[in-house]
């Protein structure tokens, strides 16, 4: 039976949920659904809350041209199939107890048991957490646990859809995968070959399943990491003091300090202070000035300071792992859930087309990339046109 992630549909941080429909119609709207507004306060909560993930995992991303304008676009779609989503929850009458309700509350909180700015464990204050994140976001607990039920209403109907159209994962499907996989691995020139002539889609497939493999199975080695940050408005005697910090450092560990304790005394990475300055090195990922000391030292071993264009490092090498092979039965498992997780999103994509061609949709919002590529398009065109009638 079909099982979709419960609540697969709420958002994963509060500060990506937006205000709900049930919202002051006199609010100004983004879009509407067969007559319901899509709210610009909704759109630019979940936008925002994008923005700030992207801020944090990725944020050379957003320094490319209209790149807000891109993540606004794919919000707007977003926001669009849920309400598509909704409605057809609605009208197939979807009942949701208030046991699943609460249930989904309480699976919420439970991501906010961790203290972000102690970066420890704290039940106790997750409640207080939880209710701060909806008040910033200025929502109250009625309006959330409509949300919720809406989401879980949806959750019912996807499941019951899917198990009529998705065919399960066969062992010969996930069988047939991993032969790809495994034709990459091992580089089999001729099957990679005939596998792009027959079909592109499923070689590029082959291909990021095997790159995954390779990080989770090549050799690595566990490090402390102490980081002094170098950026490019600094002055060149402030880059300078931060080497001499770096080398004063790696005089204080030599002389017996602990290297956990330096790490919080001196570190400037925030994030790793939870894990003590700990981190997981694949070969060939890190910069390359740390990767040729860290699979070079021995286990360990403290490094001199290491620049990089990021800064400075000081590195103890604590663990190494050699690279492993895995065979069929050791990834079958994880082949036929990423096989059964395509097929859903698949006719979850299909269904969510179907009923936005049924439906009346119009869209308010414009973004500047449509704009310019319009302007692009219409200059090009111009160009043509003057070249046809120079010929």
């Not at 910033?136 to 198990?163: F, S, W």
């Not at 408005?233 to 030599?254: G, S, V, Y």
């Not at 590195?315 to 492993?324: D, N």
């Amino acid at each position: 039976m079909i099982k979709l992630n419960k609540y697969f549909l709420a958002a994963g941080l509060i500060a990506a949920l937006g205000v709900n429909s049930y919202a002051k119609v006199m609010e100004s709207s983004v879009a509407t659904v067969n007559g319901r507004p899509v709210l610009a306060s909704e759109y630019d909560s979940y936008l925002q809350g994008v923005i700030e993930q992207y801020k944090a995992a990725a944020p050379q991303l957003l320094a490319q041209p209209y790149a807000e304008d891109i993540l606004g676009k794919e919000v707007l779609q977003e926001l669009l199939s849920k309400e598509l989503l909704y409605q057809a929850a609605d009208e197939a009458k979807i009942q949701v107890k208030d046991s699943e309700i609460d249930e989904g509350i309480n699976e919420i909180k439970s991501r906010f048991i961790v203290d972000e700015i102690t970066g420890k464990e704290d039940p106790k204050g997750a409640d207080k957490r939880f209710n701060e994140a909806l008040k910033k976001q200025g929502l109250t607990l009625k309006r959330y646990k409509e949300k919720i039920k809406k989401d879980i209403a949806v959750r019912k109907l996807m499941e019951d859809k899917l198990r009529q159209t998705v065919k399960p994962v066969e062992e010969e499907d996930a069988k047939a995968l991993y032969n790809n996989v495994e034709a990459v691995l091992k580089n089999n020139t001729k099957k990679l070959k005939a596998l792009e002539k027959e079909d592109p889609a499923k070689l590029k497939e082959a291909q990021l399943i095997a790159a995954k493999i390779k990080q989770l199975t090549g050799e690595q080695v566990r490090i402390g990491h102490i980081y002094l940050a170098v950026t490019k408005d600094m002055t060149a005697e402030e880059a300078k003091q931060k080497e001499e910090k770096a080398k004063q450092i790696k005089k204080e560990l030599d002389e017996g300090l602990d290297f956990s304790a330096a790490v919080k005394k001196y570190t400037e990475d925030q994030t790793a202070l939870a894990s003590g300055g700990d981190m997981i090195l694949i070969k060939g990922v890190a910069p390359k000035e740390i990767d040729a000391k860290a699979f070079t030292l021995a286990v360990g071993k403290v490094s001199a300071p290491i620049k990089t264009d990021l800064g400075w490092h000081i590195i103890k090498v604590k663990e190494k792992r050699a690279e492993r092979t895995v065979t069929f039965d050791d990834i079958s498992r994880d082949l036929a859930q990423y096989l059964a997780q395509q097929r859903i999103q698949l006719a979850m994509a299909q269904y969510v087309e179907e009923l936005y061609n049924k439906a009346d949709v119009k869209i308010t919002k414009t973004f500047a990339v449509d704009e310019a590529a319009a302007k692009e398009a219409a200059t090009k065109e111009a160009a043509a046109k003057k070249d046809e009638k120079k010929k």
